[in-house]
């Protein structure tokens, strides 16, 4: 029970201040006039994704691997889902039709990011330069160069929603708020997080479930708590490119943290040192990515189920990542 009301009382921590970032982030995105698509792919999805690199490393730190690598890409599955069914509750307006074309350059980056993860665990993710396993080193510099590409082609589509409209760029006094806002938030996120690792190993071992999938399902679900506040409130409020900018944008991020988690695992490569069955995450995690990116390219106003299922597809297929992982992992 104590490991238990741990996990929830730091998840619910970890929620509520990912929905602080939400307007703060739309408040730095009009002040500085960087646009939601850049500022939710790096500042909002930097910010939420806190929660997995902090407890990943703590993870890491009290010797379990699996269940840092399972919550990078058991998050990554996450928020592909917390997207699918943002979409199929925005029906009316099709979410992914009003988002900026450029949207798909973040989520290719993710691909390519998470791509190089895999393969780093099954070619020679054991070889290393100084300590330092080559995956990571290739995530990193591909994660920095990715960056650079986002904020040069930056950018809001063509049409704005209602809520766009109105909403005027802030004064400074209102810039300046959200600034502390999103900062003091991000610290929340930074301090409750690590509690996650050692109860969520604790509910593994007393669940008798592998810690892989214990990473990749649980521990994924509950870090991925403060994108699903981030894509709530910003539907809600009509910032479209701020919600899908920030859940790929997490998952560019989700890959870019094993550089810092190779560095805290000490010598030798961090993803040579995990179970391979989490390479299949990772590849499901991939999948689900390139679906949500047919449904950017997609910008039919009207869509066909029987031929275009689209969010349909996405949440069938993560079930199935589920139960194939489980049984994988037994």
Same mark, same amino acid.
């Given at each position: 029970?104590?490991?238990?009301?741990?996990?929830?009382?730091?998840?619910?921590?970890?929620?509520?201040?990912?929905?602080?970032?939400?307007?703060?982030?739309?408040?730095?995105?009009?002040?500085?006039?960087? *646009?939601?698509?850049?500022?939710?792919?790096?500042?909002?999805?930097?910010?939420?994704?806190?929660?997995?690199?902090?407890?990943?490393?703590?993870?890491?730190?009290?010797?379990?691997?699996?269940?840092?690598?399972?919550?990078?890409?058991?998050?990554?599955?996450?928020?592909?889902?917390?997207?699918?069914?943002?979409?199929?509750?925005?029906?009316?307006?099709?979410?992914?039709?009003?988002?900026?074309?450029?949207?798909?350059?973040?989520?290719?980056?993710?691909?390519?990011?998470?791509?190089?993860?895999?393969?780093?665990?099954? *070619?020679?993710?054991?070889?290393?330069?100084?300590?330092?396993?080559?995956?990571?080193?290739?995530? =990193?510099?591909?994660?920095?160069?990715?960056?650079?590409?986002?904020?040069?082609?930056?950018?809001?589509?063509?049409?704005?929603?209602?809520?766009?409209?109105?909403?005027?760029?802030?004064?400074?006094?209102?810039?300046?708020?959200?600034?502390?806002?999103?900062?003091?938030?991000?610290?929340?996120?930074?301090?409750?997080?690590?509690?996650?690792? *050692?109860?969520?190993?604790?509910?593994?071992?007393?669940?008798?479930?592998?810690?892989?999938?214990?990473?990749?399902?649980?521990?994924?679900?509950?870090?991925?708590?403060?994108?699903?506040?981030?894509?709530?409130?910003?539907?809600?409020?009509?910032?479209?490119?701020?919600?899908?900018?920030?859940?790929?944008?997490?998952?560019?991020?989700?890959?870019?943290?094993?550089?810092?988690?190779?560095?805290?695992?000490?010598?030798?490569?961090?993803?040579?040192?995990?179970?391979?069955?989490?390479?299949?995450?990772?590849?499901?995690?991939?999948?689900?990515?390139?679906?949500?990116?047919?449904?950017?390219?997609?910008?039919?106003?009207?869509?066909?189920?029987?031929?275009?299922? =689209?969010?349909?597809?996405?949440?069938?297929?993560?079930?199935?990542?589920?139960?194939?992982?489980?049984?994988?992992?037994?």
């Amino acid at each position: 029970m104590t490991a238990w009301l741990v996990f929830a009382l730091s998840g619910t921590l970890v929620a509520a201040a990912g929905a602080r970032l939400a307007r703060a982030g739309d408040t730095i995105a009009a002040g500085t006039g960087l *646009g939601g698509m850049w500022v939710g792919a790096i500042l909002v999805a930097g910010a939420t994704s806190l929660p997995e690199l902090t407890t990943d490393a703590s993870a890491i730190l009290q010797q379990h691997p699996n269940l840092a690598i399972g919550d990078l890409f058991g998050s990554s599955m996450a928020n592909m889902l917390i997207l699918a069914v943002a979409d199929l509750l925005t029906r009316k307006t099709r979410l992914l039709t009003r988002v900026a074309i450029n949207q798909a350059l973040v989520g290719v980056l993710a691909i390519f990011l998470t791509a190089i993860a895999v393969l780093g665990m099954l *070619g020679g993710g054991a070889a290393s330069v100084a300590g330092f396993g080559w995956p990571a080193g290739a995530v =990193g510099i591909g994660y920095v160069a990715g960056m650079r590409l986002l904020h040069r082609n930056r950018g809001e589509p063509p049409f704005r929603t209602e809520a766009e409209v109105a909403e005027a760029a802030p004064g400074r006094p209102a810039l300046q708020r959200a600034v502390v806002e999103f900062s003091v938030a991000a610290l929340v996120i930074f301090l409750a997080a690590p509690y996650l690792a *050692g109860s969520a190993a604790t509910l593994a071992d007393q669940l008798g479930v592998a810690h892989s999938f214990m990473g990749m399902l649980l521990l994924a679900v509950t870090t991925s708590l403060p994108e699903a506040a981030v894509t709530v409130a910003s539907v809600r409020a009509g910032w479209y490119n701020l919600a899908v900018g920030n859940l790929l944008g997490s998952n560019c991020f989700n890959m870019a943290a094993l550089v810092p988690l190779d560095a805290v695992h000490g010598p030798g490569s961090l993803l040579a040192a995990v179970d391979p069955v989490l390479a299949v995450a990772g590849m499901f995690a991939v999948l689900l990515m390139a679906l949500a990116l047919l449904d950017v390219l997609n910008k039919s106003e009207r869509r066909i189920w029987a031929i275009e299922p =689209g969010p349909a597809v996405m949440i069938l297929t993560y079930l199935v990542a589920l139960a194939w992982l489980y049984r994988a992992a037994r």
